[in-house]
């Protein structure tokens, strides 16, 4: 087993030298995380190698240099950084994700060439992927590639790793390509998240635009199950806490201390992007200092913007807005001596910022908008000589973890500026209690955790995806079904209905059985060994109505009524009357619920809501199941949620009592249950050890076999009889 990372740059920086090229392999977080894998398998890494060249014999000599380091490039052309890389993922998707709604950018040729871009990552990946290899794909930039690759290799094993903000529905909705998209993710087994929010985001997604429905956390396809989880990306934290004791490290912190004096620091650091919220931060610092004029030449803010994008119109426009804001703070507040601000327009080696995070004793840590922000965590780290304090935006994915952080809506700069305050003057108890407690977590959840954890999930997920393709009904399976079929001399085959042998139907009146279902049960029921039965949530009038003629048996309203040999019985000696306060309830909900109904039938009462808006009928339900309770258990009535329904009934009967009632009849050497609800599984459970339990669906453990697809149902009960 391989383990295979698909990222959009390789961790290499690729420099043209007299001699050729120099590669050296960089150390970034995501490099880190994944070199720490408690794992045997070889690592390989798919992606862009970071340089353009159109010349082959470079081409060619970079790939072999590479190869050496289980790295595999993809080389993209001009156009194709320009359009896929700057145009859809950083002009499209990036605003996207980032709810900078106005800066989104639609062009055809950018949507064309991430599609051809995630072909090629496809291309150069199947050259060496196996079955039993993880898959890791990193970010939104190859949004697309886990069902390239699962189209190709259907059994793989593949993660998804979204490294930024998962935006609301109803902002993703506005994407023209919002079903590529999400259909490309789901390509994946596991599909990663820094938080629960964007998680919570993601599945909204799904179920609107794909009208494909989530199990909490799982979305069932019909073969595999894909879930969805948050695992908060760490930092290195050990690298982190110890650097400051590095004597190259300490040098130029205490060189930095000499220069600012006694001087307070707060420090920010962000690479140049308008989600970062840098100018809201300066303008919240410049209040700070129109407010609080004792503070001048105490303190002052050392910011670090890297450089990034500055060519693009958007970026440019920023620098510029930073640059005179910045310009316009110090010409109207420094004084001999002192800055309010010192700008740094650079990158800074590791020695150089690790010294700024031991020097500073706030970090301003305030974006709009971010996924994480590690920034913030290896502040944290570092402060092992001196407290230090933290203020956090709440936009940032590392605020649901460091709630001892000073946290802050970016957009007040009212609130920046009293959090600046609060932590000038934060007693040094304080400053060691919250410090001790934030390092306290990201000491455990670092980097090699959030990697490991991972792939661990994502193994599960295979075993337990190995399981659902087991039992689900292929010819093998067919053939030891069929054989104990072909061998037994008498048979009880009890069918659900909706579902399994008819489609949903938005209006259920609807679902009249086919005239290919009819002629399969008339000659199922033709053969003697075989007591046919069709065991049904519906009543008995639409049952006899719909299989006029066939003299087959049923039962309906889940084991109610039944019929056999011709003849309707009840099970309910009494009649059901109903009580006001649940058909108050039910109405009441109808009534908040628009397109769901009410049936009444003779034994039961059914509220169904098939054609409601999916959160909406998941909230109605639940709220409907909560009211019902009370009235259900005073009048001893069972609730029991359905597919799309909720049905209130007397407990003493289901379509498992059914099944025991008819195994008491006759000894049946083969019995053969099919359902598609959770009703069904009532069926299920009371077989006898050799019974076949067919789920028609959604996996079900209760289940011995399944068919994924509803419409699967007939050509297998044809082939059974054959």
Same mark, same amino acid.
């Given at each position: 087993?391989?383990?295979?990372?698909?990222?959009?740059?390789?961790?290499?920086?690729?420099?043209?030298?007299?001699?050729?090229?120099?590669?050296?392999?960089?150390?970034?977080?995501?490099?880190?995380?994944?070199?720490?894998?408690?794992?045997?398998?070889?690592?390989?890494?798919?992606?862009?190698?970071?340089?353009?060249?159109?010349?082959?014999?470079?081409?060619?000599?970079?790939?072999?240099?590479?190869?050496?380091?289980?790295?595999?490039?993809?080389?993209?052309?001009?156009?194709?950084?320009?359009?896929?890389?700057?145009?859809?993922?950083?002009?499209?998707?990036?605003?996207?994700?980032?709810?900078?709604?106005?800066?989104?950018?639609?062009?055809?040729?950018?949507?064309?060439?991430?599609?051809?871009?995630?072909?090629?990552?496809?291309?150069?990946?199947?050259?060496?992927?196996e079955d039993d290899d993880i898959v890791w794909v990193q970010d939104y930039q190859l949004m697309l590639l886990p069902k390239k690759i699962r189209d190709k290799?259907?059994?793989?094993?593949?993660?998804?790793?979204?490294? #930024?903000?998962?935006?609301? $529905?109803?902002?993703?909705?506005? *994407? @023209? &390509?919002?079903? /590529?998209?999400?259909?490309? !993710?789901?390509?994946?087994?596991?599909?990663?998240?820094?938080?629960?929010?964007?998680?919570?985001?993601?599945?909204?997604?799904?179920?609107?635009?794909?009208?494909?429905?989530?199990?909490?956390?799982?979305?069932?396809?019909?073969?595999?199950?894909?879930?969805?989880?948050?695992?908060?990306?760490? #930092?290195?934290?050990?690298? $982190?806490?110890?650097?400051?004791? *590095? @004597? &190259?490290?300490? /040098?130029?912190?205490?060189? !930095?201390?000499?220069?600012?004096?006694?001087?307070?620091?707060i420090l920010s650091v962000d690479r140049l992007d308008y989600s970062k919220g840098i100018l809201h931060r300066l303008n919240g610092f410049a209040q700070f200092?129109?407010?609080?004029?004792?503070?001048?030449?105490?303190?002052?803010?050392?910011?670090?913007?890297?450089?990034?994008?500055?060519?693009?119109?958007?970026?440019?426009?920023?620098?510029?807005?930073?640059?005179?804001?910045?310009?316009?703070?110090?010409?109207?507040?420094?004084?001999?001596?002192?800055?309010?601000?010192?700008?740094?327009?650079?990158?800074?080696?590791?020695?150089?910022?690790?010294?700024?995070?031991?020097?500073?004793?706030?970090?301003?840590?305030?974006?709009?908008?971010?996924?994480?922000?590690?920034?913030?965590?290896?502040?944290?780290?570092?402060?092992?000589?001196?407290?230090?304090?933290?203020?956090?935006?709440?936009?940032?994915?590392?605020?649901?973890?460091?709630?001892?952080?000073?946290?802050?809506?970016?957009?007040?700069?009212?609130?920046?500026?009293?959090?600046?305050?609060?932590?000038?003057?934060?007693?040094?108890?304080?400053?060691?209690?919250?410090?001790?407690?934030?390092?306290?977590?990201?000491?455990?959840?670092?980097?090699?955790?959030?990697?490991?954890?991972?792939?661990?999930?994502?193994?599960?997920?295979?075993?337990?995806?190995?399981?659902?393709?087991?039992?689900?009904?292929?010819?093998?399976?067919?053939?030891?079904?069929?054989?104990?079929?072909?061998?037994?001399?008498?048979?009880?085959?009890?069918?659900?209905?909706?579902?399994?042998?008819?489609?949903?139907?938005?209006?259920?009146?609807?679902?009249?059985?086919?005239?290919?279902?009819?002629?399969?049960?008339?000659?199922?029921?033709?053969?003697?060994?075989?007591?046919?039965?069709?065991?049904?949530?519906?009543?008995?009038?639409?049952?006899?109505?719909?299989?006029?003629?066939?003299?087959?048996?049923?039962?309906?309203?889940?084991?109610?009524?039944?019929?056999?040999?011709?003849k309707w019985h009840r099970n309910l000696n009494t009649d059901v009357v109903w009580d006001d306060e649940i058909l108050d309830i039910i109405q009441h909900t109808?009534?908040?619920?628009?397109?769901?109904?009410?049936?009444?039938?003779?034994?039961?009462?059914?509220?169904?809501?098939?054609?409601?808006?999916?959160?909406?009928?998941?909230?109605?339900?639940?709220?409907?199941?909560?009211?019902?309770?009370?009235?259900?258990?005073?009048?001893?009535?069972?609730?029991?949620?359905?597919?799309?329904?909720?049905?209130?009934?007397?407990?003493?009967?289901?379509?498992?009592?059914?099944?025991?009632?008819?195994?008491?009849?006759?000894?049946?050497?083969?019995?053969?249950?099919?359902?598609?609800?959770?009703?069904?599984?009532?069926?299920?459970?009371?077989?006898?050890?050799?019974?076949?339990?067919?789920?028609?669906?959604?996996?079900?453990?209760?289940?011995?076999?399944?068919?994924?697809?509803?419409?699967?149902?007939?050509?297998?009960?044809?082939?059974?009889?054959?």
């Open positions: 087993m391989k383990i295979i990372i698909i990222a959009n740059r390789l961790p290499v920086k690729i420099e043209r030298s007299d001699d050729g090229f120099n590669i050296i392999r960089s150390e970034g977080g995501l490099a880190t995380g994944l070199g720490s894998l408690e794992t045997k398998s070889d690592i390989y890494w798919v992606g862009w190698p970071g340089i353009f060249t159109e010349n082959e014999k470079e081409k060619k000599e970079i790939t072999e240099r590479l190869h050496d380091l289980n790295f595999h490039p993809v080389f993209l052309s001009a156009d194709q950084i320009e359009n896929y890389y700057e145009g859809y993922s950083n002009s499209t998707i990036w605003p996207l994700c980032h709810y900078f709604f106005s800066f989104i950018e639609y062009r055809a040729d950018y949507w064309e060439a991430y599609q051809q871009v995630n072909s090629l990552f496809c291309d150069e990946s199947m050259q060496f992927i290799k259907p059994n793989a094993n593949i993660g998804y790793f979204h490294h #930024i903000p998962f935006p609301s $529905y109803e902002l993703f909705r506005v *994407l @023209p &390509e919002r079903e /590529e998209i999400l259909e490309g !993710l789901l390509g994946a087994d596991l599909i990663g998240f820094h938080t629960h929010d964007y998680m919570r985001h993601f599945i909204s997604a799904i179920y609107r635009v794909l009208n494909i429905n989530c199990n909490l956390d799982e979305v069932n396809l019909d073969n595999r199950i894909i879930h969805i989880d948050a695992f908060p990306m760490g #930092i290195n934290y050990e690298q $982190y806490n110890q650097a400051p004791k *590095l @004597p &190259e490290v300490k /040098e130029k912190s205490d060189l !930095l201390r000499e220069k600012l004096g006694e001087r307070s620091i200092l129109e407010n609080h004029p004792d503070y001048h030449e105490k303190v002052s803010l050392a910011m670090i913007v890297v450089p990034s994008r500055d060519t693009v119109d958007i970026y440019a426009e920023l620098k510029t807005k930073i640059d005179q804001l910045i310009g316009e703070i110090n010409g109207k507040y420094s004084k001999l001596g002192w800055n309010p601000i010192f700008y740094f327009y650079r990158s800074f080696s590791f020695d150089e910022l690790i010294a700024m995070y031991d020097a500073a004793e706030i970090a301003l840590v305030t974006p709009l908008r971010d996924g994480m922000n590690l920034v913030a965590k290896e502040y944290l780290a570092t402060k092992c000589n001196r407290p230090g304090v933290l203020i956090l935006s709440e936009m940032a994915g590392a605020a649901i973890e460091l709630q001892d952080a000073i946290i802050i809506n970016p957009n007040d700069t009212d609130q920046i500026e009293n959090a600046i305050l609060q932590a000038m003057n934060m007693p040094a108890k304080e400053k060691k209690e919250r410090l001790e407690k934030m390092q306290k977590r990201i000491s455990r959840q670092d980097v090699k955790k959030w990697s490991n954890d991972f792939v661990k999930e994502l193994l599960s997920i295979k075993t337990q995806n190995k399981e659902i393709l087991q039992k689900v009904v292929g010819k093998r399976q067919l053939n030891q079904i069929k054989k104990s079929y072909d061998d037994a001399n008498s048979r009880l085959i009890m069918l659900d209905y909706d579902g399994t042998l008819s489609p949903f139907t938005s209006k259920p009146e609807d679902a009249i059985p086919s005239a290919e279902v009819l002629s399969l049960l008339k000659k199922m029921n033709s053969d003697p060994k075989n007591r046919v039965v069709i065991n049904s949530g519906r009543n008995h009038q639409i049952l006899d109505k719909w299989f006029k003629g066939l003299n087959l048996d049923f039962a309906a309203e889940h084991g109610m009524f039944y019929k056999e040999n011709g109808i009534d908040k619920t628009p397109r769901s109904y009410m049936e009444q039938k003779e034994a039961s009462l059914v509220w169904h809501y098939r054609n409601v808006d999916i959160w909406l009928a998941e909230l109605r339900s639940q709220q409907l199941v909560n009211a019902l309770i009370g009235p259900c258990a005073r009048l001893n009535l069972q609730i029991v949620p359905g597919n799309k329904v909720v049905e209130v009934k007397p407990p003493d009967f289901t379509k498992g009592s059914e099944v025991i009632r008819r195994m008491s009849l006759d000894n049946y050497d083969f019995i053969l249950a099919i359902g598609d609800d959770t009703t069904d599984e009532d069926m299920f459970r009371v077989l006898p050890p050799d019974g076949v339990s067919i789920k028609v669906g959604n996996f079900s453990p209760a289940a011995k076999y399944r068919i994924p697809l509803q419409s699967s149902v007939v050509p297998f009960l044809t082939n059974l009889i054959k």
